[in-house]
Every structure is written in structure tokens, then in C-alpha cells.
């Protein structure tokens, strides 16, 4: 299941909202919270990364794992909470009304 | 914001920063994960540059890069492609430069669309007529007391003379004008003041206007002008004021001087002046039109005499100015717009052939997974860059194109001063060579991409040249050999015309004369001091080492203006200046036809006893003699010349004839009279001298013979020959540009062809290798390939001679001694460039018949 354009950013907003991460801990924040349903390979969220770095809404900053490890590490920026607020709410709305559309009518249930 | 951030990753450093950031922080995840789970990296950081922002451009300089290799390695096709645009750009720029600054552009004054001339229709009861610029004051006086149509009206006499500003004489062009000549034009001198009414009236005391130009040359600056006295027309009138620079009418005109004399002595057919007016604000052109006809028919009626069949007629002056100028302007604009057509055409004939020759190419870049948008973005960048480097290029030759066009234009082409490159026409022609490169170069590109990728790479470019792509070349071909006709064909007439001229028999000898016009400064009422100076000048002159012989007269073969008539034996009783036979007059110096070697038929010579007070004597020319006397003897009858005096004249000689008017002209009925017995113009003659060897040589002594006797004379020398070369100006430019591009025309059709030819061949090779291994000989193969291209040019020829038959009838007007439709001319071009296109055919023919048929086959 791809998930629709623009989302994606919205994911990966509130992904970083419970704290920072790297690129790949992104992907798997997101397949493990919609219970293996979204499956986004990191070739496709990191120009999404990247993109959001560029508006400012997170940013990112090299860090050393507990392994030891360098990782980029991305945050959410005070613009990109707001962000993520203003979006989630168009969203919900977004699918509330397409819900609204979806929901069959009474004749047409079992036809 | 995020605007910003980009701006900065248009700083390389930044970019490369970024770039080794990315592919760390890649790496590092790829070191985390399982490389599959991850998906395509590559894909992933492609897009990641592109959110940077400034992929684009960074390819598009790729492009641009690719572009520049792939041009220069397609080699002698691009630079002749882009030569081909340039000129053609170059050459129309120049060429609609100089059109708008002569023809479209207004002319510097107030409102000048309200500015008209007034000239004479001779209408002999039909609806059109000859016209005639020169106008006669008691018809003009006429005209201004009954038309309501003009706010201010003038005539004026323009004329080269002797004026004095310091110690010595020179020529200058003086205009007299009438009293309302400044209103005509609403110029306000820039320095001193107008005309006052004193020095305008009739009789009155008289002024002079000077030009910006004339007062900087004599005076160092204009303000130092104003309150000198210039010595003109035995007169001293002061310089009251400076015209700006910007007005120039007429043309090169130095000093106009107002009063111009009774008015109650000039005749009704003394058409010795021009006409300008204004039209007041809220009258039309076709109401002045009408009103003036309607006086001159009431002048008809009054004046049956003089004015039968003699109408006016008003003409914005802008027209007039650039009269006969206009029509060779126009066909030089036709003509560079042919040679840019055919540009268009080759070019696009070149593109045809190099898109279909990439389609192999490209599509190996579709195989290999290069995008459809990316492949049409480079190619639109090839073809742009091909466009630019042409438009640089046209750009350059436009400015240096323009400033020769003006350098050669010949003397009579006005307003040259402000000829500049247009720009809104530069940039006309750059964007058509742009378009016509996308045009052309795009669709056998598209149609690569279009099809199926393994279609090309299976069989080879052959199978799309057969398409589309085939029928377009042709029918370009078929255009630049039908275009060519034309161009050449009017090129060969013109140079022609221009042989002609040059060939034309003068009936005398220009070679080695000098002409040194001199105008005395008669002080004496019957200018028996002038003649005096003439006189004594003339015999010091003949005793000048080398000068073989010499004369003088007013009018110059070859420039004699002087147009009347006369009548023979007696003057017709009731009419005096109604129906004279027309002839030329002149008033010449014993020895002058020895000078100009013009034969004496019958009787004698001038000699300086025909003189005042002694009977009075003319010679004739034999085409007088012929149309006035037929085969009777000439010599003894008594011929009435409607010149100075209508006193009767003896003929005592018969001479040959001789081009008075130009070469273009057959010789005209001339009547040639004594200096010493007649007045001349202005007092003003040309000298004649015959000299053994190079005539310029001899001109300054003979300038100091006559500035010795007064420094009042003025004096300008030239040659005979040079004098000549005036006549020939106009057409030798004409001649020489539409030879040159009818050349280029044919240059650029046989490039054509040459390319397609080619190109078809190189397409046919497999074709024509098969049909060899099957046993065709080189000469079918020949045939083959010549059969096509001699198709193309018949129909090219048959086109581009019905093309010339229409075009060449609008110059007639600009030949000589050749007709719009001469056969010789035609046959000439269509064999010679049938041959050339044979030829042009030929060499790509004969190289396919050496193509070895194993090598061709072995390629599938």
C-alpha cells in the first residue's frame, strides 16, 4: 500500500514527533506503527527528507549511536510542530469528508 | 524561506558539500540495513539532488555541453547550416534597416504626414499622366489665392552656385524660397530668428537661412553665423539665422535665401520651381486632392494656351522624396527576403537529414533508459544552440551589413544619415531562425522517440528515412532551385542592364577630359565681363602643355538639363510658346566638340567671331537635323530656339549625336548656340579639356588660371568619366547587391541539393548494394540516383521560371537594353543551373556506384 502523496510528509512529521531519528528508523517507525500496512522503502522517503529539511520543518545533525555508530539524525524544527498540527487537522478533515462520500447509502448496501 | 536555502546550493562548493553529505549518510544506512529493503539508492538520491533544486540547469548545461560536441562533430553541415542563418538574418537586417530608415520612417519635422508636394499630371484627357515637379510661379500664385486646403504653401528653386561666405567663392546649394517656406515645414531656426515679413516681400531686401552644417564649415560654429554676410546672385544678403541639423530639405540644401524677385516676369510655362504645403490640420489629402483639380480645370479653361491638360496634383512628400529610390529599396528588400527563405530552406534541408541520421543514436539512449523528456530537452537545446550561434553571428554581419549598404549606397538615396540596425527587425529574423531550426530539427528527432526502440536499432536509420521525413526534403529542394531561379534571373538582368549601360554608344569621348564648372561673378548688365573672363581663361587654357583641345558649355554631355523647344524658318503666328518640337539647348564655347570628340557632320564650328553684334548662328545634331529637315540640307535654314532670346538663328553646322541626358537615353534633337552671343545659366560653364594623358593632373593649374583672374569665381573640377559614373551609381549598386545574392542563392540551392543527394544515397546504400550483388552495373545505379535529383531540379526550374516571369515584369522600370523576359537571360540560367544541380547530383551519384556491395550487406 503506497501511501498518497503528501502524506508521506505528514507520516514522517509525526513520526519525529515522539523524538529524533535516522533516515532508516523513520521507515521502520512507520511500518511497525501501521502494523506492517505501510511499507515504505527508504528510497522513497528520503527525498521526502530531504524536502522537508530544505522547508525547514525538521532538521538534521550527525550523531553517535549507542552501537557506536554515525548516524544523521532528524528532528522536528518549532515550524514543522506547527506544521504538523495545521496538517493533521486538514487531514482528519480530509478523511472525514471522503468517509462521508464512501459511507453506502441505505438502499444500496447489499446490492 | 525554502527559496533561500536553494539559492544557496547554487554556490558549486555548497552543492558538492551536500553532495558528499548525502552520499556518507547513504552509506551509513545502507550499513544499518538490508541493501533490498532499502529499495533503489541511486533512484533515491537522484531525487534527493533534485530537491536542491537546480538539477535542471545542471543538465541543461550537460546539454548544452553534449550539444556543443555533437555540432562540432557533424562538422562542415552545422557551420554552413549555421553561415546560411546568419546570413541570411545579416542580410535582411541591413538590407529593412536602411528601408525603414529611407522609406517607412517619418521625416523629422512637425506633423510631416501633412506635408505634401505639388507637382504637375500631364493628363492628355486620360486619367493618368507623366508627372512633373517642376512648376511655374504664375500657376502656383493661382493655386494659393483659390484652395482653402493648405494651411501655409511655398515653391522654391533649388541650385548649386557660387556663394562667397570669406575670401574666396565656392559652391554651395542655395534654395530660394518663397515667403512661406519655413511655415510649410514649422521649423524655428535654432540660432537667430526667421525671415522677417521686410525680407520675405516681393523686391524686398532679402535674407539668408543658413544649415547647422554649412554654418559649422564656414564659420567654425553656428552662433558665429548669424549677423555674416554671404555674397550670392551678385548680392549681399546677411545670414539672419541657423536651421537646426535635423532639417534637411531639400536635401543637402546650405543656404536658403528668400526674395526671390518679381514675380510679375515669370511665365506661365517657366517651370523653373517646386511646390510644398501643409495641409491644414482638418483637411484631407483626397479633399486637397480634389480642390486643386478643380482649379487647374478653371486654369485650363482661362489658360487654354499654356495650361491645356495640365492638372495638379498633391503628393505626401515622404513619397516623393524617396521616389525611384523606393522601387530599387523594395526589390532589395524582396530580395534578401528570397535569400533568407532559401536560407530557412537549406538549413532545414541540412536539420532533415541530421535528425533522420540520429534517430539510430537516440534511440539507443531510449534503450538505455534515458527519459523521452530528457531526449527532446536536449535535442531543443541542440537545435537552440545551432539557433544562437547563428543569431551571434547573423547579429555581427547585421551592423557591419548595414554600415556597407549605407557606405555604397549610391548619391540620390536620401536620409542615409540615419540609418541604424533595427531591432525590432534583428530580432524578427533571429527568432524565425530559431523557429525554423526547432521546426526542423525536431520532428525526425520526435518521430525517433516516437517508434518502437528496437525498431530503429534493428534495422537501421533506413526505415524512417523513408517516411515523412523524404517528402519534406524534396519539396524544400524543389523550393531552393525555384527561389534560386528567381534571384539569379533578376541578378543576370540587372548585370546585364548595367553591361548595357556601360556599352552604350555617347556619341563622344569621355576618356582623359577634365570639366571644371565655373560660375564668374558678372558685374557689367550684359555680362560682357563674364564673357570676357571666359574668353581670356579659355585661350591660356589651350596653351597649357598636354591639353589637346579645349571648350566649354553650360550643360555637359550627359547632364545637360536644359528641356525646350524650337521652330524653323518662322515662328507660328498665334501662339508663340505653344507647340515648339522639342529639343535640348545648349550654349557652348568654339572648340568643345573637338574636346569631347564629338564630329562635326556638316559645315563649321563656333569660332569666337560669333559674337555679340554679329549675326546670330546655331549648330544643330544630326537627330535635329532628321526629324526637323529629313533628308534636306540643314545648313543655311534659320532655326527659333524657345531659349533666351527668340531672335532667329542661322544653322552653320550639323554634328553627331550624343547622349545629352545619359547613357540610358537615345540621343535627343540639340541646339547648340555661341557662348558669346547668349546668356548662360547662372553664368555659369563647364569647362571642356581635352588632355594627351591623365586629365586630373592638369586640374589644379588650370583652377589657378582661373582663381588668378578673380577670386570671385568659384570653381569645381572633375573628370568627364567620373561625371559619367553618376549615371552608372544606382545601377552598379543595384547590379552588384542582386549579384551577390543571387550567388549566395545558388551557393546555398547547390549546398542543398548536394546534402540531399547525399544524404538519399547514404540512405540507399544498402538498397543500391543489393541491386549491385544482383548484377545492376555503375551506369544503372547512376541513372538511379541522377534520375531523382534531375527531377527535382526540372520542377525547381519550371517553378522558379514562372516565379521570374511574374517577378522581373515589376523592374522594368530598372532595365536597359535588356527586356523583363529576355530569352537569351532565361536560357541562360536555366542551363546553367541545371548544370550546376547536375553536377550538385552528380558527385553523390557516382559515389554510390563504388559502394561494395559485400561491405553494405555485411552491415545488417
New interface residues.
Given amino acids: 500500500m503506497e501511501p498518497l502523496y503528501g502524506v508521506l510528509d505528514l507520516l514522517i512529521l509525526r513520526t519525529l514527533l515522539f523524538g529524533p531519528l535516522h533516515g532508516y528508523a523513520i521507515a521502520t517507525a512507520i511500518r511497525d506503527s501501521s502494523g506492517d500496512r505501510l511499507n515504505i522503502e527508504f528510497g522513497s522517503l528520503y527525498p521526502a527528507l530531504k524536502r522537508l529539511e530544505l522547508k525547514g520543518w525538521i532538521n538534521a545533525k550527525w550523531e553517535t549511536s549507542e552501537h557506536n555508530r554515525r548516524a544523521k539524525v532528524y528532528r522536528l524544527t518549532a515550524v514543522g510542530r506547527r506544521r504538523l498540527h495545521q496538517e493533521t487537522s486538514e487531514w482528519t478533515d480530509f478523511v472525514r469528508a471522503v468517509a462521508g462520500v464512501l459511507k453506502p447509502a441505505a438502499g444500496e448496501a447489499d446490492s | 524561506?525554502?527559496f533561500w536555502?536553494?539559492l544557496g546550493y547554487l554556490l558549486p562548493w555548497r552543492r558538492r558539500a551536500a553532495e558528499r553529505?548525502?552520499q556518507?549518510?547513504?552509506r551509513?544506512?545502507a550499513?544499518?540495513?538490508d541493501r533490498r529493503?532499502?529499495?533503489?539508492?541511486t533512484?533515491?538520491?537522484e531525487?534527493?539532488r533534485?530537491?536542491?533544486g537546480w538539477t535542471r540547469l545542471e543538465q541543461t548545461g550537460q546539454d548544452i555541453r553534449f550539444a556543443l560536441r555533437t555540432l562540432r562533430r557533424s562538422g562542415v553541415a552545422t557551420i554552413v547550416g549555421t553561415l546560411v542563418m546568419a546570413l541570411g538574418i545579416g542580410a535582411n537586417t541591413a538590407v529593412f534597416s536602411v528601408v525603414h530608415a529611407v522609406l517607412l520612417n517619418p521625416l523629422p519635422y512637425a506633423n510631416p504626414e501633412r506635408i505634401v508636394t505639388l507637382t504637375y499630371l500631364a493628363t492628355d484627357g486620360q486619367a493618368s499622366g507623366d508627372r512633373s515637379r517642376q512648376i511655374s510661379v504664375p500657376d502656383f500664385l493661382d493655386w494659393q489665392a483659390q484652395s482653402t486646403s493648405f494651411e501655409a504653401m511655398a515653391y522654391y528653386s533649388s541650385t548649386r552656385t557660387s556663394v562667397m561666405a570669406g575670401a574666396l567663392a565656392e559652391y554651395a546649394s542655395v534654395a530660394r524660397v518663397s515667403d512661406d517656406f519655413v511655415r510649410v515645414f514649422a521649423v524655428q531656426p535654432s540660432i537667430g530668428r526667421p525671415f522677417t515679413h521686410e525680407e520675405r516681400r516681393e523686391g524686398g531686401t532679402g535674407a539668408a537661412l543658413v544649415s547647422d552644417r554649412y554654418a559649422r564649415q564656414e564659420f567654425g560654429e553656428p552662433a558665429r553665423a548669424v549677423g555674416r554676410t554671404l555674397r550670392l546672385f551678385n548680392r549681399s544678403v546677411p545670414i539672419v539665422g541657423v536651421l537646426p541639423a535635423t532639417f534637411d530639405y531639400p536635401l543637402d540644401t546650405d543656404v536658403w535665401f528668400t526674395a526671390v524677385g518679381s514675380r510679375a516676369q515669370l511665365h506661365r510655362r517657366g517651370n523653373n520651381f517646386r511646390a510644398v504645403a501643409r495641409l491644414k490640420p482638418d483637411a484631407s489629402l483626397e479633399r486637397a486632392r480634389t480642390e486643386l483639380t478643380t482649379i487647374s480645370e478653371r486654369l485650363d479653361a482661362q489658360y487654354p494656351d499654356t495650361n491645356r491638360n495640365i492638372r495638379v496634383i498633391a503628393t505626401p512628400l515622404q513619397r516623393e522624396m524617396v521616389g525611384d529610390v523606393a522601387s530599387m529599396l523594395y526589390l532589395l528588400l524582396g530580395a534578401v527576403a528570397l535569400v533568407l527563405l532559401i536560407a530557412c530552406a537549406t538549413m532545414a534541408t541540412l536539420l532533415l537529414a541530421r535528425g533522420t541520421a540520429r534517430a539510430t543514436e537516440i534511440a539507443v539512449r531510449a534503450a538505455l533508459g534515458a527519459s523521452r523528456s530528457r531526449i527532446v530537452r536536449q535535442l531543443l537545446v541542440e537545435a537552440s544552440v545551432q539557433a544562437f550561434a547563428a543569431a551571434a553571428l547573423g547579429v555581427t554581419l547585421a551592423v557591419l551589413g548595414t554600415r556597407a549598404l549605407v557606405a555604397l549606397s549610391p548619391p540620390d538615396v536620401p536620409r542615409l544619415d540615419d540609418v541604424a540596425v533595427n531591432g525590432s527587425v534583428l530580432l524578427f529574423t533571429v527568432v524565425l531562425s530559431v523557429l525554423v531550426c526547432l521546426l526542423f530539427g525536431l520532428p525526425p528527432a520526435l518521430q525517433a522517440v516516437r517508434v518502437d526502440v528496437n525498431e530503429p536499432l534493428r534495422h537501421g536509420a533506413a526505415r524512417l528515412a523513408g517516411v515523412g521525413g523524404s517528402r519534406a526534403r524534396e519539396v524544400l529542394v524543389v523550393a531552393e532551385i525555384a527561389l534560386a531561379v528567381v534571384l539569379v534571373t533578376t541578378g543576370a538582368l540587372l548585370v546585364r542592364s548595367l553591361v548595357a549601360l556601360q556599352e552604350a554608344p555617347l556619341g563622344f569621348e569621355p576618356a582623359n577630359v577634365l570639366l571644371m564648372e565655373t560660375t564668374a561673378q558678372p558685374r557689367q548688365r550684359d555680362w560682357s565681363d563674364a564673357r570676357a573672363f571666359f574668353q581670356s581663361l579659355l585661350a591660356d587654357v589651350r596653351q597649357l602643355p598636354g591639353v589637346v583641345a579645349a571648350g566649354a558649355m553650360m550643360g555637359p554631355p550627359g547632364h545637360n538639363e536644359s528641356d525646350s523647344g524650337y521652330w524653323i524658318d518662322r515662328m507660328p503666328e498665334a501662339s508663340p510658346l505653344s507647340v515648339a518640337r522639342p529639343a535640348a539647348m545648349n550654349v557652348i564655347a568654339p572648340g568643345s566638340f573637338e574636346a569631347l570628340g564629338i564630329p562635326i557632320a556638316e559645315g563649321r564650328d563656333f569660332s569666337d567671331g560669333d559674337m555679340a553684334g554679329r549675326p546670330r548662328v546655331a549648330i544643330v545634331n544630326q537627330a535635329l537635323a532628321r526629324a526637323a529637315f529629313g533628308g534636306r540640307d540643314p545648313l543655311g535654314r534659320v532655326i527659333i530656339a524657345r531659349y533666351d532670346s527668340l531672335e532667329p538663328m542661322t544653322i552653320v553646322g550639323v554634328v553627331g549625336d550624343a547622349r545629352q541626358y545619359g547613357p540610358a537615353r537615345e540621343p535627343q534633337p540639340e541646339v547648340y548656340m555661341p557662348y558669346l552671343q547668349h546668356f548662360y545659366n547662372g553664368a555659369t560653364l563647364h569647362v571642356i579639356v581635352k588632355t594627351a594623358s591623365n586629365a586630373a593632373a592638369l586640374g589644379p593649374s588650370i583652377q589657378r588660371k582661373a582663381r588668378e583672374r578673380s577670386p570671385e569665381v568659384s570653381v569645381r573640377l572633375t573628370t568627364l568619366d567620373a561625371l559619367l559614373a553618376e549615371h552608372v551609381a544606382t545601377p552598379r549598386f543595384r547590379a552588384w547587391l542582386l549579384g551577390l545574392f543571387a550567388v549566395v542563392a545558388l551557393c546555398l540551392a547547390m549546398a542543398g541539393i548536394y546534402g540531399v543527394m547525399a544524404y538519399v544515397a547514404g540512405q540507399r546504400s544498402k538498397e543500391i548494394g543489393l541491386r549491385m550483388a544482383l548484377g545492376a552495373g555503375a551506369p544503372t545505379v547512376l541513372w538511379l540516383m541522377l534520375g531523382r535529383g534531375l527531377k527535382l531540379t526540372a520542377i525547381g526550374l519550371v517553378v522558379g521560371v514562372l516565379g521570374a516571369l511574374g517577378s522581373t515584369r515589376l523592374m522594368s522600370g530598372m532595365l536597359f537594353g535588356v527586356q523583363p523576359h529576355d530569352a537569351a537571360t532565361y536560357a541562360g540560367v536555366i542551363a546553367g543551373l541545371g548544370l550546376l544541380s547536375l553536377l550538385a547530383t552528380y558527385v553523390p551519384a557516382r559515389r554510390a556506384t563504388h559502394i561494395d556491395p559485400l561491405v553494405v550487406l555485411r552491415q545488417e
Fill in positions: 524561506m525554502m536555502r536553494r553529505d548525502m556518507e549518510e547513504l551509513s544506512i550499513a544499518m540495513a529493503e532499502l529499495g533503489n539508492l533512484i533515491a538520491a531525487d534527493a533534485a530537491e536542491w
